[in-house]
């Protein structure tokens, strides 16, 4: 079975960090781009980062002072890096993979999803 699983949310103060762990079993991640999205209650899910097979990545623009991207091909495992993190970082954060070594704008365009964990940011 092909599958992600995230880990490493929780609760965190206002100017804390967080890494969040994507981790894949049943394939291999360095044949697929990856994408993080979150989405925070009431609001549609956003895409917040992704790195490519090739570790090209990119940031949210409103977010790429703060966050960071990365892959650990010997673990099958990418990590985003949350840092200052602000109570509006708050949402449940999702990876997804998508077959292919580019980077895609849309969820559709993912084939993989993880089924998300929590980050809630508050004094």
């Known amino acids: 079975q092909l599958q992600l699983a995230e880990s490493g949310g929780g609760s965190v103060q206002p100017g804390g960090s967080l890494r969040l762990s994507c981790a894949a079993s049943?394939?291999?991640?360095?044949?697929?781009?990856i994408g993080w999205f979150r989405q925070a209650p009431g609001k549609e899910r956003k895409g917040v980062s992704c790195?490519?097979?090739?570790?090209?990545?990119n940031v949210r623009d409103s977010l790429k002072d703060r966050f960071t991207v990365s892959r650990d091909t010997a673990k099958n495992t990418v990590y985003l890096q949350m840092n200052s993190l602000k109570p509006e970082d708050t949402a449940v954060y999702y990876c997804?993979?998508?077959?292919?070594?580019?980077?895609?704008?849309?969820?559709?365009?993912?084939?993989?999803w993880g089924q998300g964990t929590q980050v809630t940011v508050s004094s």
């Open positions: 997804a993979a998508a077959l292919g070594s580019y980077c895609r704008d849309h969820e559709w365009e993912y084939d993989i």
């Open positions: 049943g394939f291999a991640l360095d044949y697929y781009a």
């Open positions: 790195i490519s097979s090739g570790d090209g990545s």
